[in-house]
């Protein structure tokens, strides 16, 4: 075990491993081409700057991460933003892309193979503990809190854990505590998920967050790796096994998550699907969001492009360039047209007469004079034409778009190809 002299040091002991292979199927045509954790979000930033950023800020700054599907911009983006860290002073964001090995030639083929295909490069850093993370997750956390948590119980694993209500648990990964929260049994999207002691109406759930003894987290994976009848996954495998034989703990995410102010729920957001990737993109739009990019003290770092502030055109009585409740990112032209309670990414054009209500644009994206848009999402490269309207006959958009249960219709460059002349 790590001393308590030893933990003062211990985030320069720690690797941090991000998962960043994910496809994330359920955003449709927006990851076609992209990689979860590199899709658009809040204007300005890459999915995977949340979790890379907790990493810099919580002073973890040797960092892994694996990636897999349609990686191109996703590296691309890490080769641009994420280079600024001290390799004098042994600090990185190093990628390691799934490949061919002398014993294996196939995909990762669960969580845990992931980091097991990589443990020749993990081992050679030599870290003392592993913290292992998903790269597709909205949240601003401490993982310092985290770690001494971990350290303080003694802890062989430690699962960073959320309450939730349990009847919206089955979802999730739910980790069984005892009185002083040591995992007694780990179950995934179980149908009758087990409460929290104390509170019978809460589930905790695991947030995909580990923290593993280095020496611990080799044997486990070799293991598993020897097992022909395991799917090589942390939370359906490895993790079962683990509670019944080794020292596992929850972290209460309360109590490592940064404050957003006005908003005492600690946030933490899966932007899986198209329905949730909207919400969570427009409740940036509100008065008071429940995640705070302007807090200088945990800055979400990201690349930042040079561009030219946006611009808003034409002022006259039929015709104004006008954002109300919404925010409008660089190189964004406004010309009179009247933009409501949307999101705007990087180089977005709206021409004259256009109106956007509960809209969020990805970048390069062209919105034609006279064009209506409500509750929608602009994937990238889209040239909306004149004229065009989407939200306001539902069943016109399900005919062209795919469009959510929660009423959101997905634009895509792909779909408009598709349509009729």
Known sequence: MLTIAESRLSPRHTIALVMAGGRGKRLMDLTDHFAKPGLDFGGKYRIIDFTLSNCVNSGFRRIMVLTQYNSHRLLEHLQFGWTF?????????????????????????????????????????????????????????????????????????????????????????????????RIVAFVEKPEDPPAIPGKPDRAFASMGIYLFNADFLYKALIRDAADPNSGHDFGKDIIPRLVTEARVYAHRFDNSCIPNVGHPEPYWRDVGSVDSYWEANMDLTTVLPALNLYDQNWPVITHQEQLPPAKFVHAGEMRNGVALSSLVSGACVISGAHVH????SS???????????????????????????????????????????VGEDPEEDARRFFRTPGGVTLISARALSQLEP
């Open 85 to 181: 860290l001290a390799g004098k002073l042994n600090e990185y964001v190093h990628v390691l892309p799934a490949h061919q090995s002398m014993d294996k030639n196939a995909w990762y083929s669960g969580t845990a193979d992931a980091v097991y295909q990589n443990l020749d490069n993990l081992q050679a850093a030599n870290p003392k503990t592993v913290l292992i993370l998903a790269g597709d997750h909205i949240y601003r956390m401490d993982y310092k809190v985290f770690l001494q948590d971990h350290l303080d119980h003694e802890a062989d694993m430690t699962i960073a854990c959320l309450e939730v209500p349990r009847d919206a648990a089955r979802g999730f990964g739910i980790a069984q505590v005892d009185a002083v929260d």
């Open 341 to 344: 309670h949307s999101l705007l």
């Open 347 to 389: 180089r977005v054009s709206v021409h004259s007469h256009a109106r956007l209500d509960g809209t969020v644009v990805l970048p390069d994206c062209d919105i034609g004079r006279h064009a209506r848009l409500r509750r929608c999402i602009v994937a990238r490269d889209c040239r909306i034409p004149a004229g065009f309207v």
